[in-house]
């Protein structure tokens, strides 16, 4: 038998197409194994198949997969380790579940520190927000309280440039008899002639009675003011000329002539 | 590695051969989408039958391309398919006559390779390879004695091993 005419006369191609006859196929898979040279021909045919059909192929959509891998999941086998058998092919297993179980038990202490954490930290953030509004109200008091003695602090200070200004007259009253205790001082202006008090020292006045201050104006009392409720340094009426100061308690709003029996204190201007 | 018949083994044989598989598929069907109906039929075939292959018979992707194949014949055999096809099996006639193809070029794969052969040696491609006739079944078909057939074919295919050389 030629064989170099047998493998070129394109039977062997045939065969591997699945195009050869039943005769034909019979024929080749005896002489395959007879001749070697016949054997590797149709080996490097199938070769031929296998590169031509890799060259046209058609790629396939990425779903197909998947698809296929539903159908069949119920065909596949679990991994077996061929040398060892079942005891093996379940080790692998168990050791992922040991991974598994590390990793929950991982992922619960993460859980429970992790809780445990916001839980002091919310602790200290409720804390600290409470101190903030604490120290907030005390930084409000603190300001009122400063504002007040400022404004006390200025209006002092206004009272010492208005006793120490020039032509400023002082005009000590002191008590009269029965009243020893009691002291006002009168501060006046030669210049303007306004007229600032001092209540040094002046019983309360009981409800509806109010201190009311005369200028004594060539032997006759001239109304010159009711004493206010009022810190310190007093401005009252104007008052043009006066030989004299006194303070009598009269009714709430002052009276045109004063009450002699309730004169408290007196003092003459250094002249 | 595939007799172990493992998802992974599957995975392999998918990932490498799918396209190629395909590729056949699509030669015969010309139509992807029902060809990709058929690749899924070919796979399952192929993973529920893998024991029956036999590699003293030939290689893996042979008996692969074999079960492509002859799904693919199959599936264009099937009576639906015939009837919403007869037009193009009609027109798949009138490509043999150069001017009067509809569509030259549009043939897929190895159908495309074929139109460079003789007249006499495509129809006997076109039934054998193409269609799944045996050589018995062609003779009778086209009114030419069996040995004609056979020596035609052998003939048909060298050409084209040449013609598609790597």
């Known amino acids: 038998m030629d064989i170099q005419a047998y493998i070129q006369s394109g039977v062997i191609e045939s065969?591997?197409?699945?195009?050869?006859?039943?005769?034909?196929?019979?024929?080749?898979?005896?002489?395959?194994?007879?001749?070697?040279?016949?054997?590797?021909?149709?080996?490097?045919?199938?070769?031929?198949?296998?590169?031509?059909?890799?060259?046209?192929?058609?790629?396939?959509?990425?779903?197909?997969?998947?698809?296929?891998?539903?159908?069949?999941?119920?065909?596949?086998?679990?991994?077996?380790?061929?040398?060892?058998?079942?005891?093996?092919?379940?080790?692998?297993?168990r050791s992922m579940s040991r991974n598994m179980a590390w990793i929950a038990a991982a992922?619960?202490?993460l859980f429970v520190s992790s809780a445990a954490v916001n839980l002091y930290l919310y602790n200290k953030y409720t804390k600290?927000?409470?101190?903030?509004?604490?120290l907030l109200k005390e930084r409000t008091t603190l300001l009122a309280t400063n504002k007040a003695y400022e404004n006390r602090l200025t209006a002092l200070q206004n009272n010492m440039q208005l006793m120490t200004a020039p032509g400023m007259l002082k005009v000590s009253m002191p008590g009269v008899?029965?009243?020893?205790?009691?002291l006002a001082t009168v501060y006046w202006d030669t210049h303007t002639k306004d007229v600032y008090l001092i209540a040094n020292s002046l019983p309360a006045a009981p409800a509806g009675k109010?201190?009311?201050?005369?200028?004594?104006?060539?032997?006759?009392?001239?109304?010159?003011?009711?004493?206010?409720?009022?810190?310190?340094?007093?401005?009252?009426?104007?008052?043009?000329?006066?030989?004299?100061?006194?303070?009598?308690?009269?009714?709430?709003?002052?009276?045109?002539?004063?009450?002699?029996?309730?004169?408290?204190?007196?003092?003459?201007?250094?002249s | 590695m595939l007799k172990q018949r493992t998802q992974a083994a599957f995975s392999y044989l998918y990932d490498n051969y799918a396209a190629t598989l395909n590729g056949i598929i699509v030669g015969i069907i010309q139509d992807q989408e029902v060809s990709g109906d058929v690749l899924q039929e070919v796979f399952v075939k192929i993973w529920r039958?893998?024991?029956?292959?036999?590699?003293?018979?030939?290689?893996?992707?042979?008996?692969?391309?074999?079960?492509?194949?002859?799904?693919?014949?199959?599936?264009?055999?099937?009576?639906?398919?015939?009837?919403?096809?007869?037009?193009?099996?009609?027109?798949?006639?009138?490509?043999s006559l150069p001017d009067k193809a509809p569509n030259p070029g549009d043939e897929l794969g190895l159908r495309k390779i074929i139109q460079g052969l003789r007249e006499e040696y495509k129809v006997l491609?076109?039934?054998?390879?193409?269609?799944?006739?045996?050589?018995e079944e062609i003779s009778g078909m086209l009114n030419i004695p069996l040995g004609t057939v056979k020596t035609r074919i052998r003939a048909a295919i060298?050409?084209?091993?040449?013609?598609?050389?790597l």
């Open chain 1, 210 to 270: 109010q201190y009311q201050l005369w200028a004594l104006v060539d032997g006759k009392p001239v109304d010159a003011g009711m004493l206010e409720n009022c810190e310190g340094l007093c401005q009252l009426k104007n008052i043009q000329q006066a030989q004299a100061f006194a303070i009598t308690l009269e009714k709430a709003g002052g009276s045109p002539v004063p009450d002699l029996t309730q004169l408290y204190v007196m003092g003459k201007v250094q």
């Open chain 2, 49 to 95: 039958q893998v024991e029956n292959y036999d590699p003293v018979k030939g290689r893996l992707f042979t008996w692969m391309y074999n079960i492509a194949r002859t799904t693919a014949i199959d599936t264009l055999r099937s009576r639906d398919w015939k009837n919403s096809k007869r037009n193009n099996s009609l027109t798949e006639e009138y490509t």
């Open chain 1, 177 to 182: 008899a029965g009243k020893e205790q009691s």
């Open chain 1, 107 to 109: 992922s619960v202490v």
């Open chain 2, 125 to 135: 491609v076109e039934l054998s390879y193409f269609e799944g006739y045996t050589q």
């Open chain 1, 15 to 93: 065969y591997v197409l699945g195009i050869a006859n039943e005769q034909e196929v019979a024929e080749l898979q005896r002489l395959r194994l007879e001749h070697p040279a016949i054997a590797t021909a149709v080996e490097q045919a199938e070769q031929w198949l296998l590169d031509t059909s890799s060259q046209l192929a058609v790629p396939v959509a990425d779903k197909s997969k998947m698809q296929l891998l539903t159908t069949l999941q119920n065909d596949f086998k679990e991994p077996v380790s061929a040398s060892n058998g079942s005891v093996s092919s379940e080790a692998p297993v």
């Open chain 1, 128 to 134: 600290a927000a409470n101190d903030y509004s604490d």
């Open chain 2, 158 to 165: 060298l050409q084209l091993r040449q013609q598609v050389k």
